[in-house]
């Protein structure tokens, strides 16, 4: 992976890739490149590096064309280099560029390798040029030639294929990664993320799992993977592309982090009826599944795995159901048992995340009673294939480590846990009516958060030379603990981990010394007293704490501890509130150690490969 853009059309498109994958940047990658069909030869230019690298490139050796494909590349096999970028070739007569990872890539490399075929690089994606040629070769079309030779693939791919004999064409096939065509006028497009293309369409069309795709200027022919065609219209994206620039600020993370508040709004806009969620923001059948539902299953990765822990708590003390979470990498891979009429609930910022959308589709197979899908992309695999979905509403979010996605997918959470109680009645109208009461004066609360901006940055510099981390929390606020220690590495690479404050005793008090700083997240809440007294353990070995708490916590600056107070929070929004001075922390600590803020070494924004 990480971002794919193609295009067939009368004008050059040069110009219309790069952009495109200019676009795509967010996403994390190592190198880009392109190829166009130019005075009937494929020519192609790669770059180690960012795609300002690329576009240098272009203007030191003009490239033009009206066929190409373009690419930027997260690493999987092979090392960031030239000769690992894509597009990879087969013979000068065939180019492709892919997403995703083939799993039995070795074996087709020797077998290619003994029928006469030479590679130039370490990739998985060579593997699947030189096959499509080795096809081709007894296929009347290129299309029949893709089709045939990802039968022959195990894994994921989203790939677009070019020939030098047909320049007028591309093909296109998807198996577990993502790919949008776009309509424009007598020109077709084709992307990675519908993102990419919107400064020249609104028009999209989306190929689904398995099927394959010829793309010409005026007509796309879609093959299931048996070989029949395909009926498919283009519709018309709302989707906007709204984080163009950084604005007033120096990173697109910090830009989003103050963008928490009009996201939120967002996300609660239109979904609050006097002092009740409307069940119906989850799907028009949202009101009949939810009352059925007798316990709920949340998969998820990364930071929406650590939203989804948080709903756990949410959801059964408020609506005294059982809520399972787990990893969906692990989820898909092992033998689970499903409770009757239960809810599987995927969770994910891209809507395309691999292991989340592989999960969605074991899920389906195993019986739930539905499957409900909290996401931030409309159009997006997850959403067309979950029987219900809520949009969070964040907005495109550039910065790879997650800040307004997450915040918005607690929002959604938490309204989803009120939405459960109403159905099945399992809280009172006073209880419900405090809980929206607060959800209405969450982006007030962050609002208030943020200024704590100035004082944090100050004590970010005493971090700036430290190696590791601890952060601790107890209940809901542990997930946030370990989101804030999954920012901090993210972005500053500094080792940091979470523990539930009452697992220090069982291990990790063993690491507590002076150059180990120790963060707490302490809202006033029924656990405060266990809390300090977790703190006093610390304290004892000589540990450096840094608290964030409630003024009502009535926890007092002392040796070895050092306080930043928060305003006073209702109890169900201040996981997601103190979320926020976590951000802070992790970005500043990342601005003086000097890292990428907003591109991480070695991480990507989607995650579309195992």
Request: charged share 25%; glycine share 8%; net charge negative.
């Amino acid at each position: 992976m990480c971002g794919i853009v193609g295009a067939v059309a009368q004008r050059d498109i040069a110009e219309i890739l790069v952009e495109g994958l200019r676009r795509l940047e967010y996403r994390g990658y190592d190198s880009a490149g392109l190829a166009v069909i130019q005075n009937g030869e494929i020519t192609r230019l790669r770059r180690v590096g960012k795609v300002s690298q690329l576009k240098k490139a272009i203007e030191e050796s003009p490239i033009d064309g009206n066929i190409g494909i373009a690419h930027t590349r997260w690493a999987t096999h092979g090392e960031p280099n030239e000769s690992n970028a894509h597009p990879h070739f087969s013979n000068d007569g065939i180019a492709i560029v892919h997403n995703g990872i083939i799993e039995n890539y070795e074996s087709l490399r020797e077998e290619l390798k003994s029928q006469g075929f030479t590679f130039s690089s370490d990739t998985d994606t060579e593997v699947m040029a030189h096959l499509i040629e080795r096809e081709r070769k007894n296929t009347d079309d290129l299309l029949g030639a893709v089709l045939k030779a990802t039968k022959l693939l195990d894994g994921a791919y989203g790939t677009v294929v070019m020939e030098k004999a047909n320049p007028d064409r591309l093909v296109v096939a998807r198996s577990g990664s993502p790919l949008v065509i776009g309509k424009g006028i007598g020109e077709m497009f084709i992307a990675s993320d519908q993102l990419a293309l919107l400064p020249v369409t609104r028009q999209f069309m989306f190929l689904e799992e398995g099927e394959v795709a010829e793309v010409t200027r005026r007509e796309v022919k879609i093959l299931a993977p048996d070989g029949q065609l395909i009926e498919r219209d283009f519709e018309e994206s709302s989707v906007q592309h709204d984080a163009g620039d950084k604005g007033q600020f120096r990173h697109f993370m910090m830009k989003e982090i103050y963008e928490q508040p009009s996201s939120i709004n967002d996300t609660l806009e239109g979904r609050l009826l006097n002092d009740t969620v409307i069940v119906e923001s989850f799907g028009n059948k949202a009101p009949e599944l939810l009352a059925k539902a007798e316990s709920v299953q949340i998969i998820a990765c990364g930071t929406s795995f650590h939203a989804a822990m948080v709903a756990k708590y949410w959801i059964e003390s408020m609506v005294g159901i059982p809520c399972q979470v787990e990893i969906a990498s692990e989820y898909r891979y092992r033998k689970t048992v499903v409770v009757p009429n239960s809810l599987f609930i995927s969770i994910s910022q891209s809507g395309e995340t691999a292991d989340t959308l592989a999960a969605l589709r074991v899920a389906k197979k195993q019986g739930f009673m539905a499957s409900l899908t909290i996401c931030n992309v409309p159009g997006s695999s997850l959403v067309r294939e979950s029987d219900m979905a809520f949009m969070t509403r964040a907005g495109a979010e550039i910065g790879v480590a997650s800040t307004k996605a997450f915040t918005t997918q607690l929002t959604g959470l938490l309204m989803l846990a009120v939405a459960l109680a109403q159905t099945k009645k399992t809280l009172e109208e006073k209880e419900i009516t405090e809980i929206v009461t607060q959800l209405r004066q969450l982006p007030a609360e962050i609002n208030q958060a943020l200024t704590m901006d100035g004082l944090i940055e100050q004590i970010a510099e005493e971090f700036s030379e430290k190696q590791h981390c601890l952060f601790l929390g107890r209940g809901e606020q542990y997930p946030i603990a370990m989101e804030g220690a999954l920012k901090l590495k993210e972005i500053s690479y500094i080792h940091a981990e979470a523990y539930a404050a009452g697992e220090l005793k069982h291990g990790p008090l063993a690491l507590i010394d002076q150059d180990m700083p120790v963060v707490v997240v302490a809202p006033n809440n029924e656990l405060i007293e266990k809390l300090k007294s977790n703190m006093e353990e610390v304290r004892a070995r000589g540990g450096q704490l840094y608290v964030f708490a409630d003024k009502a916590s009535e926890i007092s600056e002392n040796t070895g501890l050092k306080i930043i107070h928060c305003s006073t929070i209702g109890n169900y929004i201040a996981p997601i509130v103190f979320t926020v001075p976590l951000q802070l922390l992790s970005y500043h600590v990342a601005v003086i150690r000097g890292t990428d803020v907003d591109q991480p070494r070695n991480l990507a924004k989607s995650v579309t490969v195992e």
